[in-house]
């Protein structure tokens, strides 16, 4: 088959199977947002295995189902091993607010605490936090997996907070 007769077939697989597949993975994920991160994953997957997806489509669902239950299962793998994730803006409680005699030795203290991060930390916490870049996007300019980007953020935070608060 051509690519266009796959990309057509894909579309339509998408448009008949695509809800059902999300209530499905909601009820794995918990959350919609985490939800359309497994169907997309699930579609792709569907995509690279194009030639081999079955001819009729009730074959078609229960390979659907089975993949997203297997992207479902993986995500949840991944969650449990890769640290939690910690926002800058958990540091707030920690710096002195703003305008206060102490915000000046606080911001000091964060520059200082900032300063004394490895050099990967401090470029994942510039990209994310100051740049406001995505993850994938960080990922992708300095060249490391996501994941990556994620624990050198997630430790560099919690470095952060641990200079600021004591």
Not at 42 to 69: C, I, K, Q, S, Y
Not at 80 to 94: C, G, I, Q, S
Not at 115 to 138: M, P
């Given at each position: 088959?051509?690519?266009?007769?796959?990309r057509?077939?894909?579309?339509?697989?998408?448009?008949?199977?695509?809800?059902?597949?999300l209530?499905?993975?909601?009820?794995?994920?918990?959350?919609?947002?985490?939800?359309?991160?497994?169907?997309?994953?699930?579609?792709?997957?569907?995509?690279?295995?194009?030639?081999a997806?079955?001819?009729?489509?009730?074959?078609?669902r229960?390979?659907?189902?089975?993949?997203?239950?297997?992207?479902?299962?993986?995500?949840?793998?991944?969650?449990?091993?890769?640290?939690?994730?910690?926002?800058?803006?958990?540091?707030?409680?920690?710096?002195?607010?703003?305008?206060?005699?102490?915000?000046?030795?606080?911001?000091?203290?964060?520059?200082?605490?900032?300063?004394?991060?490895?050099?990967?930390?401090?470029?994942?916490?510039?990209?994310?936090?100051?740049?406001?870049?995505?993850?994938?996007?960080?990922?992708?300019?300095?060249?490391?997996?996501?994941?990556?980007?994620?624990?050198?953020?997630?430790?560099g935070?919690?470095?952060?907070?641990?200079?600021?608060?004591?």
């Amino acid at each position: 088959m051509d690519d266009t007769h796959h990309r057509v077939r894909i579309e339509q697989i998408h448009t008949e199977h695509s809800l059902a597949l999300l209530r499905y993975l909601i009820r794995f994920a918990g959350e919609r947002h985490a939800a359309e991160d497994m169907l997309q994953e699930t579609m792709l997957r569907a995509w690279r295995h194009r030639d081999a997806l079955p001819g009729d489509e009730n074959g078609v669902r229960g390979w659907l189902f089975t993949v997203a239950r297997n992207v479902a299962i993986d995500a949840d793998r991944m969650r449990r091993v890769r640290p939690a994730e910690v926002a800058l803006t958990d540091l707030n409680d920690a710096v002195a607010a703003p305008d206060s005699p102490d915000s000046a030795l606080a911001a000091q203290d964060m520059v200082r605490a900032f300063a004394n991060l490895s050099e990967v930390q401090r470029d994942v916490i510039r990209h994310l936090y100051f740049r406001g870049d995505t993850v994938e996007e960080v990922a992708t300019r300095l060249g490391i997996p996501a994941g990556t980007v994620k624990s050198r953020a997630h430790y560099g935070v919690q470095a952060l907070r641990a200079a600021v608060s004591s």
